[in-house]
């Protein structure tokens, strides 16, 4: 189900090339390889969409607010994201197991983390925010393209137990360069395990445009594994909620993994310590926010008749909800002893963690009150 085999290298970021449902002025037009996937979504299931994608972008600012006063010690942007974020994960069933990395905000909204979830792994307050298992979700990764293979390695364990889940894997296309995802590829389709690789294009790996990065459309890699993939305009809710619910019922039905490339743009920096106008010129950005997914998905639902005004304020009120939760808190998180760092190394108690604590106490013991 490769959209495009073309080996033109000016094609690894090319538009054209993209299955689309939603053009970007909102119109609705057909597409043989997705339509029946996305026939069931009417108008609740949109306005849940736009719902959700609203949130993620509203919560994403008060991330990059909170960085920039300085409550927050990193925040990674998703603004222009979104679609692929939320749309992927709302056709997952409650019991699916997702993997996400550190920027998908969306995934973590859309399965209901809390607004404190959202800040305090940023904050450096904990390792972890929530229980993944009450959210099936794994916590966020940050080394980049680890979380392929857990996600892969727990599809297996779903087929050695019986079970109908699947697994989801996402990562962003500088992911692809790493050995991890490539071997995480190789497993998922040696095994046929059940598990969806979402890769976002967002066209940039911090300062590398995929133009540079991939000489070929990054869906091309995956049939060379022997699994089948899907080139989607990643700013298209419908088209990514259809391409999404293809790979799950393929995966479900035990016939093996597949991947998911949903071409899309960073509207922001890769992180609030990146200056992305150092390497890439306002106008691209321009280009890409005619694509606005939000903006795209508005336009349908009121051209369709599903938009009304109490729903947009009811949409904009649970945004300001969420993140005034996630304002409180970051502020009123209270910094942990140094010492605590080393509290959830092991289980249980461990020798060799005994001593590195007494070292390590000894050490903070050196510093004036309150240096530490």
């Known amino acids: 189900m490769m959209h495009t085999l073309t080996t033109d290298p000016t094609h690894a970021a090319d538009l054209d090339t993209v299955a689309q449902l939603l053009t970007p002025t909102g119109d609705r037009v057909s597409d043989p ?32 607010a ?22 992927s994960s709302h056709a997952c069933r409650p019991d699916d197991f997702l993997f996400p990395s550190y920027r998908e905000l969306g995934v973590l909204v859309t399965r209901g983390a809390s607004p404190a979830d959202l800040v305090l792994g940023w904050r ?25 293979l857990h996600a ?39 095994f046929e395990a ?3 690789f979402v890769c976002s294009n967002n066209q940039w790996a911090i300062s590398e ?16 594994f022997g699994i089948p993939s899907l080139r989607v305009d990643g700013n298209d809710a419908i088209a990514c909620a259809a391409a999404m619910r293809w790979a799950l019922d393929r995966a479900r039905s035990g016939e093996g993994p597949a991947f998911i490339e949903a071409v899309t743009y960073r509207m922001g920096p890769h992180t609030t310590s990146d200056d992305p106008t150092r390497y890439r010129d306002a106008a691209e950005v321009e280009r890409w926010r005619e694509r606005d997914p939000l903006t795209r ?45 080393l509290d959830d190394v092991y289980a249980e108690p461990h020798v060799g963690m005994t001593r590195q604590r007494e070292r390590f106490a000894a050490y903070l013991d050196g510093f004036a009150d309150g240096e530490a």
């Open 297 to 341: 998905l508005e336009a349908h639902l009121r051209r369709s008749g599903a938009w009304d005004d109490a729903f947009a304020a009811e949409v904009a009120a649970a945004g300001d909800t969420l993140a005034a939760g996630m304002r409180d808190a970051a502020l009123t998180a209270q910094t942990r002893p140094a010492i605590e760092v």
């Open 209 to 224: 445009p995929v133009s540079v990065q991939s000489r070929f459309p990054i869906a091309g890699r995956a049939p060379a």
């Open 66 to 87: 909170l960085q920039r006063q300085g409550h927050l010690g990193l925040w990674a942007p998703a603004q222009g994201q979104e679609a692929i974020q939320v749309a």
């Open 194 to 196: 059940p598990v969806v």
């Open 33 to 64: 390889r997705l339509d029946r996937w996305a026939d069931e979504l009417e108008a609740a299931a949109l306005r849940a969409l736009y719902r959700d994608m609203a949130i993620t972008r509203r919560l994403d600012g008060e991330g990059v």
């Open 152 to 190: 892969v390695g727990y599809a297996m364990g779903i087929q050695r137990d019986g079970g109908d889940q699947v697994s989801v894997a996402y990562f962003g296309d500088g992911a692809t360069s790493q050995g991890d995802v490539n071997e995480a590829m190789v497993f998922a389709s040696s």
């Open 124 to 148: 450096g307050e904990v390792h972890g925010t929530f229980d993944p298992y009450a959210l099936h979700v794994a916590t966020p990764q940050i080394i980049i393209g680890a979380q392929t």
